[in-house]
């Protein structure tokens, strides 16, 4: 099994900035995509960022947000700036995961962390 844990997130003013960690533990073999999603009260869960070799962003956090990931860590996070309160949300990170090199890679989710953008 696989657990990913992430903390980070609380209630920050418009303008501010948080950053988001989550940490991937338990039989892993190999990491590919990390990710974080979002999901606000009464709509549906949405990607905000990925990342592989390369970073892959929604166009409504471009430029503000910035994931990263630390592969020794097994750790993702995403740093976030210029919050706005549409950025209220839990937020979520994904990993794809194999836990042995013979096994298919199977995505994992952590419980969730909520961010709060509000003055």
């Known amino acids: 099994q696989v657990q990913l844990v992430e903390s980070g997130g609380g209630l920050v003013q418009p303008g501010g900035s948080l950053r988001l960690s989550c940490a991937a533990s338990?039989?892993?073999?190999?990491?590919?995509?990390l990710g974080w999603y979002r999901q606000a009260p009464g709509k549906q869960r949405e990607l905000v960022a990925t990342i592989t070799s390369s970073t892959n962003y929604a166009d409504v956090v471009k430029g503000r947000f910035t994931i990263s990931r630390d592969n020794a860590k097994n750790t993702v996070y995403l740093q976030m700036n210029s919050l706005k309160p549409e950025d209220t949300a839990v937020y979520y990170c994904?990993?794809?995961?194999?836990?042995?090199?013979?096994?298919?890679?199977?995505?994992?989710w952590g419980q969730g962390t909520q961010v709060t953008v509000s003055s």
């Open positions: 994904s990993a794809d995961v194999r836990s042995a090199s013979w096994q298919t890679w199977r995505k994992y």
């Open positions: 338990g039989s892993i073999f190999s990491i590919d995509a």
